[in-house]
């Protein structure tokens, strides 16, 4: 049997990082429940995140500007890519963040920050 290296690899290796976003998801998720909140500063495990994977050269930092509830697409960060495979499957994170524009950024402390811009629906410049 001839096994294709690097399809395997990029299988076993794709979305490492969901199982700690969905870890992640109750919080926010009870966070925006509440429309008094305005910003979020959640100190993430950042041990956990180098265990599943090492991401020296590209980092673990992103930012997420959503908009209406479209999470963008970060491409080359596999840890962006997974939370936003974990947001887009959440129907209450659609429900709460329809038209607002949301910040979601995970800085390289490993803190995510989560801000609301309750009357905005455009990006920010």
Same mark, same amino acid.
């Given at each position: 049997?001839?096994?294709?290296?690097?399809?395997?690899?990029?299988?076993?290796?794709?979305?490492?990082?969901?199982?700690?976003?969905?870890?992640?998801?109750?919080?926010?998720?009870?966070?925006?429940?509440?429309?008094?909140?305005?910003?979020?500063?959640?100190?993430? %495990? *950042? $041990?956990?995140?180098?265990?599943? +994977?090492?991401? /020296?050269?590209?980092?673990?930092?992103?930012?997420? #500007?959503?908009? %209406? *509830? $479209?999470?963008?697409?970060?491409? +080359?960060?596999? /840890?962006?890519?997974?939370?936003?495979?974990?947001? #887009?499957?959440?129907?209450?994170?659609?429900?709460?963040?329809?038209?607002?524009?949301?910040?979601?950024?995970?800085?390289?402390?490993?803190?995510?920050?989560?801000?609301?811009?309750?009357?905005?629906?455009?990006?920010?410049?």
């Amino acid at each position: 049997m001839i096994i294709n290296t690097k399809l395997y690899m990029e299988k076993k290796s794709s979305h490492k990082y969901v199982e700690l976003w969905q870890q992640v998801l109750p919080k926010i998720l009870e966070f925006l429940a509440d429309e008094e909140n305005e910003e979020l500063e959640l100190p993430l %495990n *950042g $041990e956990m995140f180098i265990a599943v +994977g090492n991401r /020296v050269n590209s980092g673990y930092t992103f930012r997420f #500007d959503i908009v %209406n *509830g $479209e999470v963008p697409t970060k491409a +080359g960060s596999a /840890v962006a890519r997974d939370l936003k495979c974990v947001l #887009d499957d959440s129907k209450k994170f659609k429900e709460y963040v329809a038209n607002k524009y949301i910040v979601i950024r995970l800085d390289k402390n490993f803190v995510l920050h989560v801000l609301i811009h309750y009357k905005r629906t455009t990006k920010i410049i």
